[in-house]
């Protein structure tokens, strides 16, 4: 301004000076702009201050995807700090309508903020490596997000899930133009995953030009991509294995993965030809050292058997030699404890989806969900949660990407840590502990697993023979593992009575009794002893009676698999259920399987509202082993909702349908009805059977 002041001529700047009343502004102001139009300064000093690209507050593209690049860096090398100033920056200046990738940059922004201001990354004696909250953290909180560094699609899905993108296939499939293993959804997966053809080639393809316009329209619109991927926006994960002759559909999952993350790390100019530096890329942990000799044998083999198919195929200055081999060992030592499995949901039954006009048609209940492993991905950053066999993050998948959200209030400081597999309610103690030293050689040590909880006691327990107890009995597996965690817990600042109660169901309270109620030490958890009254338990004889009882639910499941379930079937279900309580506890996972069976036979028999009582027994025992609102709950009582509403109970299904609603929404938020499409429609359907 200034500046501007400077140009004004001395007797223009006295009258506006002494301009003394409004009626004289029309004659100043008049006499300023006709002198300021015409001053080429005053036009540059506008511009400047008017175009938004060059203005000092204005929005700009390039500036906030720099600054989001140098966020990330940070990011990946646990500089939080500087990561977070970055993407702080970053946000202050990107444009509303910018797309980073396919994404929303705003979005993008705003999520690596949140992985930022919500981890940290720390060192415990216990656990090694691990991540914890740097603040109070409310439940269903999204606290992660990440694009894997590589993933393969599991062996068992490559005929049914996208090789790129791992979503189901549709039917007019896209195949690799250059070999016959993988199938894409789309062009855009295929190109991105490493297709040869372009869209532009595509068009010219000779397919084409003997074809009806409209039936060659149709073909490209399910074949060419939205939009041409180039090779600098992704690394093509199955390029190199196009040439690769039959390694790539021989060789195990693991080896297919580990020869994607050295191409990927070559391609970007990470690693050496000898792959020396492999370890440093990555930056995972790995347990070779306590691996069986077998196991090391067949990593040996396996990396020297990869190197040389990458290097004869693909990859000919790939050095074979003992550098390169020992890294690709490593490597694959952490694939096997740092790989996370892609999961799908998959119902049996399942015909709760909407047609293409979205109305709902009737249906029949839903008889199964499980979780179908479709891929196995690394993802650098969420490697680094830690296991519990009572986790506080959930983690579920979009696509490739990795989603991680919190399931229950989580204090500042606060190790953030998620389930590998076994959980408190699925498998007991001794079980868990197997399986993580089995598979990730650690000990776990864990609040479920150095605690005692009611679920451990219950789960596998027997029934006392004094039929108005409510004690268990434990055989000698369980009870060891129980006496272990409860002298630990003796000898811990926090009392037993108070690490129990915290978390105990109060019509569950009975069962463990004696272990609140008795002078520390006083009772011993023996096998075959009740724990509450001490009676003694023959659980050898029981065991035997309740295989007895399996054996002839195995068959009633053989014959309901066939077809051939009937009345008597149906008999035979509940006469086995009925043995079952007269041996287990009223709490053993036995008998909520059992149940589960029992209604899916009355199902079959078309006995809906038994199905439904069944079902809902099934639900009861899972609130004791799990929490009234875990993610297992959610699941059974889809199955619920959708029995009661074929069996024409609507308002029960409603009330069914509002409380899973509820668990999918804490366990998925808003991703809950795009994950599972039996949501929506099962909202719709009981809706309307209410209205009716």
Not at 297 to 323: F, G, R
Not at 600 to 606: D, F, P
Request: charged fraction near 25%; glycine fraction near 6%.
């Amino acid at each position: 301004m200034e500046k501007l002041k400077s140009l004004i001529p001395e007797d223009l700047l006295q009258t506006v000076k002494t301009s003394s009343s409004v009626d004289d502004l029309l004659s100043s102001s008049s006499s300023l702009l006709r002198l300021l139009l015409g001053l080429p300064h005053f036009h540059q000093a506008v511009i400047e201050l008017s175009d938004p690209d060059l203005g000092c507050c204005g929005k700009n593209e390039e500036t906030s995807l720099d600054l989001k690049r140098q966020g990330n860096l940070c990011f990946r090398s646990r500089d939080f700090d500087g990561a977070l100033r970055f993407y702080s920056k970053a946000l202050r200046v990107a444009p509303s309508q910018t797309v980073d990738g396919e994404k929303s940059l705003l979005a993008s922004l705003f999520l690596n903020r949140a992985n930022v201001l919500h981890l940290r990354c720390v060192s415990t004696k216990e656990k090694g490596r691990g991540m914890v909250s740097v603040c109070d953290i409310e439940h269903a909180s999204v606290i992660h997000v990440e694009e894997p560094y590589s993933v393969v699609i599991s062996k068992s899905c490559r005929e049914t899930h996208c090789h790129f993108c791992l979503n189901d296939l549709p039917a007019d499939t896209v195949p690799c133009p250059s070999c016959s293993v993988p199938v894409y959804c789309s062009e855009a997966c295929q190109i991105q995953a490493g297709g040869m053809l372009s869209s532009n080639e595509m068009n010219k393809h000779p397919i084409f030009q003997n074809l009806p316009d409209d039936i060659a329209e149709h073909l490209k619109s399910v074949t060419l991509a939205d939009k041409n991927y180039s090779v600098t926006e992704c690394v093509q994960e199955h390029k190199h294995e196009c040439r690769g002759a039959n390694w790539p559909a021989v060789l195990p999952s693991d080896a297919v993965l580990a020869g994607r993350v050295i191409m990927k790390s070559i391609k970007q100019g990470e690693t050496a030809m000898d792959l020396s530096n492999l370890p440093e890329i990555l930056e995972l942990s790995h347990s070779y050292s306590k691996m069986n000799p077998e196991s090391k044998l067949e990593l040996h083999l396996l990396s020297i058997v990869l190197i040389w198919c990458l290097n004869k195929s693909c990859c000919p200055d790939l050095l074979i030699c003992e550098t390169s081999v020992t890294q690709t060992i490593i490597l694959l030592s952490q694939i096997k404890v740092n790989s996370i499995a892609v999961v799908r949901m998959k119902s049996s039954g399942d015909s709760f989806k909407c047609n293409p006009s979205g109305n709902v048609p009737v249906n029949e209940p839903i008889q199964s969900l499980e979780q179908i492993r479709v891929g196995q991905a690394l993802y650098k950053t969420g490697s680094l949660f830690n296991h519990s066999c009572k986790p506080n993050i959930h983690l579920y998948f979009l696509s490739r990407g990795l989603i991680m959200r919190t399931t229950e209030f989580v204090p500042v400081g606060c190790p953030l840590e998620l389930s590998y597999g076994p959980e408190v309610g699925k498998w007991d103690c001794k079980d868990r502990i197997r399986f993580l030293e089995d598979e990730y050689f650690f000990r776990c040590q864990c609040r479920g697993c150095s605690q005692i909880n009611i679920s451990d006691l219950v789960i596998n327990g027997y029934c006392c023979v004094n039929t108005n107890c409510t004690g268990v009995v434990l055989d000698r597996y369980v009870a060891t593992c129980e006496s272990e965690k409860r002298n630990d817990c003796l000898t811990a600042p926090e009392s037993l009575d108070d690490q129990v109660r915290e978390k105990m169901h109060a019509d569950g309270s009975e069962v463990a009794s004696s272990l609140l109620t008795k002078h520390s030490g006083s009772l011993p958890i023996e096998p075959g002893i009740c724990l509450k009254c001490g009676s003694r338990c023959d659980v050898e004889s029981s065991n035997g009676e309740v295989n007895k009882a399996w054996n002839h639910l195995r068959r009633v499941e053989e014959l309901m698999n066939s077809g051939e379930a009937n009345v008597s079937v149906f008999s035979d279900c509940l006469r086995s259920i009925a043995v079952l309580r007269t041996f287990l506890h009223m709490y053993n996972k036995d008998i909520a399987d059992a149940e589960d069976k029992v209604a899916q036979a009355c199902y079959l028999a078309g006995e809906l509202r038994d199905a439904g009582k069944h079902c809902e027994a099934s639900i009861k025992i899972l609130k004791r082993l799990y929490e009234e609102e875990h993610i297992v709950i959610g699941n059974e009582m889809v199955k619920l909702a959708s029995i009661q509403l074929a069996s024409g109970d609507s308002s029960e299904a409603l009330d069914t349908t509002k409380r899973l609603a509820q668990i999918f929404t804490k366990y998925y938020g808003s991703h809950a009805e795009s994950l599972f499409s039996h949501l929506p429609c099962l909202k719709q359907e009981t809706t309307e059977a209410v209205n009716l």
